[in-house]
């Protein structure tokens, strides 16, 4: 029953959301767009500010902004008042956060931000209120009723001015082509910031550490360079050119080689007669999560070890699940 109201608040929720992106005028959402362009543009920030919840969802709001590249400030209307004013400069521009409309707090340093011919986007429930007059810009985030039982906590309305906030900076993302590597530049940390800036060069292993052997090398030396430092495989050389990889071996590979031929027969057995011929490998510049992504690919055949390659294709490491998920991807 518990998961049943859980599931209802929740559809309700973003039915609130879906209401609230019918309800928004294209022409005010283009405004507003190209005022926050044009504030980044100019090397502006955005003044965010909202009391109470709304103070929250304004925080919120600035952190995902400032995540993705857009300068972004949370300041409290109080302190405003009180010195805080002093942030703002003249390419700057500012979101205000009211249900009501009438917040007082935000009132009161309206009349400072127009003094400082500073531009205002609010995100109301209320066109019609003191703040929307005073707007340059209007997002309309009313919502019919709150989820709460009674109708009063700030639960379905945050939810639709959050919401409207993530797609503002969606929305400058595309329209800017932020790239992984542009979001990687401010999440260089946690489990997040591996993904995005670890390459296969960080992790691997240096060829060096690996002999590699001839495709005429015999089972028991085969077996020797797999056991060898606990490598788990050995990779096979050109003989022209030496650093030019023709075949991989693992110990999988050794394993279901000798169950498919009778015991007789090993000694015979060689490289060529084991090896996987040109091996799926990547490139030493590739992300990480590129060189995960190949390795669960591959259905039919596990893989857990992937050959690294030069620009002239030439073997220069090795990448080993084992250490990807060592290093928490």
């Excluded at 205000?96 to 986007?121: A, V, Y």
């Excluded at 401010?186 to 960080?202: A, C, I, M, W, Y």
Aim: net charge positive.
């Amino acid at each position: 029953m518990q998961r049943s109201l859980l599931t209802d608040c929740l559809l309700e929720e973003s039915k609130a959301i879906a209401n609230a992106s019918e309800k928004l005028c294209p022409s005010e959402v283009e405004k507003a767009l190209d005022l926050i362009l044009n504030c980044s543009n100019s090397y502006g920030k955005i003044i965010i500010t909202g009391v109470g919840k709304s103070g929250i969802v304004a925080r919120k709001i600035a952190a995902t902004f400032s995540s993705v590249g857009l300068m972004a400030v949370y300041l409290n209307p109080l302190d405003a008042l009180h010195g805080d004013l002093g942030i703002i400069s003249k390419n700057d521009l500012s979101i205000l956060l009211s249900n009501s409309g009438e917040t007082k707090e935000i009132l009161e340093i309206i009349p400072h931000l127009i003094k400082r011919d500073i531009g205002i986007i609010s995100i109301i429930g209320k066109k019609e209120s003191s703040i929307g007059k005073l707007s340059n810009v209007k997002l309309e985030s009313s919502v019919d009723k709150e989820i709460c039982p009674l109708n009063l906590a700030p639960t379905a309305s945050t939810a639709v001015s959050m919401a409207i906030g993530d797609a503002i900076a969606v929305a400058w993302m595309q329209m800017n082509g932020i790239s992984e590597k542009d979001f990687a530049f401010n999440h260089p940390s946690g489990q997040l910031g591996k993904r995005l800036t670890l390459t296969v060069e960080d992790l691997m292993r240096p060829i060096k550490d690996f002999k590699g052997i001839d495709e005429s090398t015999n089972i028991n030396k085969i077996i020797s360079e797999i056991t060898r430092g606990g490598a788990g495989f050995t990779w096979i050389k050109d003989k022209q050119n030496k650093q030019h990889l023709i075949g991989l071996i693992t110990d999988g590979d050794l394993r279901r080689a000798l169950q498919k031929r009778t015991f007789k027969t090993w000694n015979c057995l060689t490289a060529k007669d084991l090896m996987t011929r040109d091996p799926i490998t990547i490139s030493y510049k590739e992300m990480v999560t590129r060189a995960l992504t190949l390795m669960k690919k591959n259905r039919k055949k596990a893989i857990s070890i992937l050959p690294v390659i030069s620009e002239e294709r030439k073997i220069i490491g090795i990448l080993k699940l084992h250490d990807i998920l060592q290093a928490g991807i």
